[in-house]
């Protein structure tokens, strides 16, 4: 139980273009989900938390209108990087709560989407 | 400030031995998770362990065992009887402030078993 897909797995785009990442909790109801970004040999930075039915709540330095995330249902949240550049190129994961699990602070997370721009 | 800290950035074991991952936190709110995550090559993070600020016992999920010393503020953790396949980054985390959900990562270590 709680898995949680990620689509694409891999993207690779030009610049100036948008692109949009998916984030699906399967056989679970998420309210909560996160938005990470993970730079090669590093840590996790956390970008945002995706609220079901609310705007997302984003953290310090990132840039909210550039990484647009909506929350449209208890099952997917997505995650739109606009006009990307080359400097957008990372691994993106997100992550979500089993709200109904036995370790409900549980995160389980996505496998990732690496996003290359051109 | 809520904080976690991995002081191992890269480990070796032996196959078949066991090896332990540090990870020390520091927080003044009473009640905390703690988790550890290995994130294999293919960059996925999965869930290994759960460790409740009051939970009485240590942790253990099969070969996966939380050595959890409060006092010391230690969340250790314990790999038995390693396996090839145990090579990864491994990231201990917290759960940040109360009602955020969010969680507070070390910087990982990377740990490699030899053959």
């Known amino acids: 139980g709680a898995v949680v897909s990620q689509h694409p797995s891999w993207v690779i785009c030009k610049s100036g273009t948008s692109v949009k990442i998916e984030c699906r909790s399967l056989?679970?109801?998420?309210?909560?989900m996160f938005w990470y970004r993970q730079f090669p040999k590093q840590s996790l930075m956390l970008m945002a938390t995706?609220?079901?039915?609310?705007?997302?709540?984003?953290e310090q330095g990132v840039e909210k209108d550039k990484f647009l995330i909506n929350h449209a249902s208890l099952t997917l949240s997505t995650l739109t990087v606009t006009s990307a550049h080359p400097e957008d190129s990372s691994f993106y994961i997100c992550?979500?709560?089993?709200?109904?699990?036995?370790?409900?602070?549980?995160?389980?997370f996505g496998p990732g989407t690496r996003l290359t721009v051109l | 400030a809520q904080k976690i800290t991995q002081t191992q950035p890269g480990m070796f074991v032996q196959e078949k031995e066991a090896v332990t991952l540090d990870c020390t936190y520091d927080t003044s709110d009473p009640s905390y998770g703690l988790f550890w995550y290995k994130q294999p090559s293919s960059g996925e993070m999965i869930f290994l362990i759960y460790?409740?600020?009051?939970?009485?016992q240590n942790a253990t999920e099969g070969r996966y065992s939380l050595n959890f010393q409060k006092a010391r503020k230690s969340a250790n953790l314990v790999i038995s009887a390693s396996q090839l396949g145990d090579s990864a980054m491994y990231f201990c985390?917290?759960?940040?402030?109360?009602?955020?959900?969010?969680?507070?990562f070390g910087t990982g270590t990377r740990l490699k078993v030899l053959a």
């Open positions: 985390a917290m759960r940040g402030p109360r009602g955020t959900y969010k969680y507070i």
């Open positions: 995706s609220n079901e039915g609310s705007k997302a709540t984003y």
């Open positions: 460790q409740g600020s009051y939970d009485q």
């Open positions: 992550s979500a709560r089993d709200l109904a699990g036995v370790f409900t602070d549980t995160q389980y």
């Open positions: 056989d679970f109801q998420a309210t909560t």
